[in-house]
């Protein structure tokens, strides 16, 4: 309990430090306790540029940095590795865990490399865990944790924390790359949301609908599937209405401080069987951010809509590219994503069954997850989730 307690007093910094980056460091400083670290470090290098063009840290000297960005980065032994790596978690050392690759694991090339003993030497590091928490062309972003040598390696427990804060960081950072790290003027993030091609609706601590931008209410205007009612969102349809308010529960909690869901995505069918309306709810941070200024109220979730016909939520084309996905995949993976049943998908693609099934066991190869919730956490809090689309 101690531990779930620890995580649950992150998430907010998680959630803030999408919208500050200035905040990272003291988030940062959480996780570290969380994971049982000595240090830790998010950082985003552009392998095309040769440039690190982001990097917070906590527990770290921050005067050592300079020469990390210029040099010391770029000689690392295993600096291809984390180049072309596609999959989610590494370890400097064996971890035995089933569906966790740990292939960053030292040899005898680090201890005698020029990185190793005039860089991470002199900072004590010695042990390494982390996950590639953004993907986006040449850019791979890492959050690493580190420990010292008297401190010795990291353990499973310690990856499960991991495994646990991975969609939270993933989700801020897509949400800060979304945004643009907006400024603290409420009508420059009013005019940001207003211009996007989806509907945005923020959700308070109490469940209820704080505002609206206007993709939003031109939608709920034309749209029965999902309408506001006795000041919250409703959607057509018993079943449809129970998976909206249950997910949006489970999202504001999170907002609020009190929760680890990190939300998901719905299609909300109404009556009829007219097309799916197309529902992505994320946490937001319950903090004075700039989101926070657009009501007096409390803002604990974002509620992102696509209307029938438009563009998926997922970018199929960006999933491609993270994954080396063939067209057929990312179609089912986008598929899988929107919550639809594999023989609903099967039928709809017109492919069998075992054929489909054969094409998810590819993607869970690819992307290295084994269970479908892996996976569909994954897509929801990687890059294709948020990627930008034209007007």
Not at 33 to 43: G, I, N, Q
Not at 53 to 61: E, K, P, Q
Request: net charge negative; charged share 20%; glycine share 8%.
């Amino acid at each position: 309990m101690e531990d779930e307690h620890a995580l649950v007093g992150v998430l907010p910094l998680i959630y803030e430090a999408a919208l500050d980056p200035d905040r990272w460091e003291a988030c940062l400083a959480g996780m570290v306790t969380c994971v049982e670290a000595t240090s830790a470090v998010l950082l985003l290098p552009d392998y095309e540029q040769n440039a690190v063009v982001f990097l917070r840290s906590a527990g770290i000297d921050p005067a050592v940095w300079p020469s990390f960005d210029e040099y010391y980065w770029w000689i690392n032994p295993y600096a291809e590795f984390f180049a072309t790596y596609e999959g989610t978690y590494y370890s400097s050392h064996e971890l035995r865990r089933p569906g966790v690759a740990t292939p960053f694991v030292y040899d005898e090339v680090m201890p005698r490399s020029e990185y190793y003993n005039d860089w991470l030497g002199p900072q004590g590091i010695n042990y390494h865990l982390g996950a590639f928490v953004y993907r986006q062309g040449a850019m791979r972003g890492q959050l690493d944790f580190e420990r010292q040598r008297q401190v010795g390696p990291f353990g499973v427990n310690s990856l499960e924390v991991l495994e646990r804060l991975y969609p939270h960081v993933c989700r801020a950072l897509q949400v800060g790359a979304t945004l643009g790290y907006l400024g603290r003027q409420a009508t420059g993030a009013q005019a940001l949301l207003d211009g996007l091609p989806v509907g945005v609706v923020l959700i308070d601590a109490y469940g209820r609908p704080a505002f609206f931008n206007k993709r939003a209410e031109s939608l709920m205007a034309a749209e029965p599937r999902l309408r506001l009612e006795g000041g919250r969102l409703v959607a057509e349809g018993h079943r449809d209405q129970v998976a909206l308010e249950a997910l949006l529960e489970l999202t504001v909690r999170t907002g609020r401080g009190q929760g680890l869901h990190p939300g998901g995505a719905l299609r909300l069918h109404g009556l009829n069987g007219r097309s799916p309306l197309r529902v992505l709810v994320a946490p937001v941070p319950a903090s004075d951010s700039p989101l926070s200024l657009l009501s007096p109220r409390r803002i604990c979730a974002a509620v992102l809509i696509s209307e029938p016909g438009a563009p998926d939520p997922l970018d199929a084309a960006v999933l491609r590219l993270l994954y080396h996905l063939t067209p057929a995949e990312a179609r089912l993976a986008v598929a899988v994503a929107e919550g639809r049943e594999l023989t609903e998908i099967a039928e709809a693609f017109g492919i069998a069954r075992n054929t489909a099934r054969a094409q998810l066991r590819t993607i869970y190869d690819k992307t290295g997850v084994r269970r479908q919730a892996d996976l569909v956490r994954l897509l929801l809090s990687g890059p294709a989730a948020f990627a930008p689309r034209p007007l």
